[in-house]
């Protein structure tokens, strides 16, 4: 059997303590952590806004949702916020024309969508 270059090992030991620091974890902060590295490799995500049961906006190529924090209390606001296009025909394409907004999200019994107005 061949020996173990010293990379390898580096390698393979820092896998091994990862693995164990994670299983120390609470759930909570096993979630914090999995949000963190979504944050930082992003996502192709898609919101749909539905009143009902009919689709009535959809937004495409959403890098990531955001939870507000408050600028003196850092504490978390009610909504989530992100930026994605404005999938005005509800084709799933961001076609030409389409721009990117701003939007947010309600956590409140009312339900709504901000968005920044794409015209």
Known sequence: MKA???PSARILLAAAAAMFLLAS??????NKISRDIQNWTGTNGVLEV????????????????STAMGTDD???RPYRY????????????????EKKVYFEISDYASNYVFFESPR
């Open 50 to 65: 539905y009143a009902g049961d009919k689709l009535v906006r959809r937004f495409v190529k959403i890098d990531k949702l």
């Open 82 to 97: 992100g930026y994605g296009v404005l999938d005005e025909n509800l084709n799933f394409v961001a076609d030409p024309g």
């Open 4 to 6: 173990m270059t010293l």
């Open 74 to 76: 850092r504490s978390p």
């Open 25 to 30: 974890c609470t759930q909570e902060q096993q």
